[in-house]
């Protein structure tokens, strides 16, 4: 969420696209598969957020959609061509950790009047 091609929450992409690929390697799906899966779910994130507020306040750009999707892409190749393994008692910390961020993501988006919304006061918006 921003205006600019790279912000604060470009960081968080990139870190969420390298996880994806950890994650979804682990349990064997294809590397094909894990681009389009992993990449494809967050485009459709990118697509459903909100760029103004009801007051008509820009609170994200067609820019920084494009910095969100390159950022997570590149986080996603770097893990790609690294291949980290991480040890087994990790596999599910990173698991909840990428299913929470992403629901977080669209439940802010989705509902973005709530407290934690896109639209809210903690986001600075409103």
Known sequence: MGVEL??????????MGFI????LDSIK???????LLSNG????????????TP???IIETNKNHIGD???????WLLSFILKIKVSIWMYPILWVFII??????????VFPDNILGA???AYGKK
Request: glycine letters at 8%; hydrophobic letters at 45%.
């Open 6 to 15: 790279i912000d604060m929450f470009t960081l968080g992409h990139f870190i």
């Open 20 to 23: 994806s690929y950890i994650i």
């Open 29 to 35: 799906i294809t590397t094909s598969s894990n681009m």
């Open 41 to 52: 779910l967050h485009l459709c994130i990118e697509m459903i957020e909100h760029n103004k």
């Open 55 to 57: 007051g008509g306040l």
């Open 69 to 75: 999707i390159v950022g997570f892409l590149l986080g």
């Open 100 to 109: 929470y961020v992403t629901f977080m993501e669209i439940y802010r988006e």
């Open 119 to 121: 639209f809210s006061k």
